[in-house]
């Protein structure tokens, strides 16, 4: 057996564009590239910026809002 990544997205979020929240039943993993942003996954919220790793487990409630424009990669 052997894991795959089934989605890779390059993202642009914005003070108008935010990531709303969602939930599903794959585990994703956000890398970001460029600006900072607050992330919050079931509740609890996090600065992050250049080169930080988010890991999404399944089934988890998670966002993402930026003060300026953050581009990152949505993988899994």
Known sequence: MHDQIDHFA???TTP???FEPEKHGERRFWYILEGEATVTIDGESTTVGPTDLILL???TDHSL???KSVRWICFG
Request: glycine share 0%.
């Open 65 to 67: 809002r930026a003060d």
């Open 10 to 12: 390059v993202r642009i």
């Open 16 to 18: 108008a564009n935010p």
């Open 57 to 59: 487990a399944p089934w």
